[in-house]
């Protein structure tokens, strides 16, 4: 648990210290490389402000923009970092007690997994299979149909 909330906290800082101190080439790399849009994050983080840290936590694809986003609106870095380790430690530990207790119902749900591993891995394959062979189909009606 206590890792992943200080690596959820370097990665946040980082990015939040990043486009606090080199503001214009944080944006200009962002708008060339990234397609985010910026405007919901800032919009979010004006509305909500320091809870905006917490929520921007269970935002999946904007987790690190959001720290970004905090750190070009120039929030105060002692508020900033003071409320991103709260974030980090309660995110890191509803994360880690949700995936134990679905982990242990799970377990006790289907009971010795042992016996069902060959099947699982059939199933897996048989799927892939069947997915990799759709596309295949539709890719050569698309080539044949612009041919025509």
Known sequence: MFVSAIASYIGHSTFFLIALHRREAFLKYTQKVIKVNLSKLESLMARYGVASIFISQWLYGFRLMSAAILGLSRMGKKKYFTFLLISCLIWAAICT????????????????????????AIAVMVGGFIIWFIRDVRKRRNAEGTRS
Do not use: P, Q, R
């Open 97 to 120: 007690y949700v995936g134990y207790f679905f982990g242990a119902s799970l377990k006790t749900l289907l009971g010795d997994l042992k016996k069902y591993e060959v099947y699982v």
